[in-house]
Nanobody, 125 residues
Framework: QVQVVESGGGLVQAGGSLRLSCVVSGRSFTNLPMGWFRQAPGKEREFVAAISWGGGGTYYADSVSGRFTISRDNAKNTVYLQMNALKPEDTAVYYC??????????????????WGQGTQVTVSS
């Protein structure tokens, strides 16, 4: 059984930084495209960033491009989301997800098969 566990959320002031981590267990991690999504209160879950299995391809939502960086360490079965210059509108529950198919990382929720429980990120103004 595949498990996806996020950590690293918290409360930060606007302009600050946080780094989220996501550990995958239960199957081979090295060929899985990975993604980060977020869901703010009253809104739909949305794409934030994705990374190819080898880490050479990264993709970002326009709203976070230039501020967030996704990376992975396959030796540790871990994917990261470094978030800089945080804004109050970044406040949301952040979810990590794994795609079981070794393909170009996708931006749609339905493409991902395994999800974590989410970690809360709150940015105060």
């Amino acid at each position: 059984q595949v498990q996806v566990v996020e950590s690293g959320g918290g409360l930060v002031q606007a302009g600050g930084s946080l780094r989220l981590s996501c550990v995958v267990s239960g199957r081979s991690f090295t060929n899985l495209p990975m993604g980060w999504f977020r869901q703010a209160p009253g809104k739909e879950r949305e794409f934030v960033a994705a990374i190819s299995w080898g880490g050479g391809g990264t993709y970002y939502a326009d709203s976070v491009s230039g501020r967030f960086t996704i990376s992975r360490d396959n030796a540790k079965n871990t994917v990261y989301l470094q978030m800089n210059a945080l804004k109050p509108e970044d406040t949301a529950v952040y979810y990590c997800a794994a795609d079981r198919l070794p393909r170009i990382p996708q931006r749609t929720l339905g493409a991902y098969d395994y999800w974590g429980q989410g970690t809360q990120v709150t940015v105060s103004s």
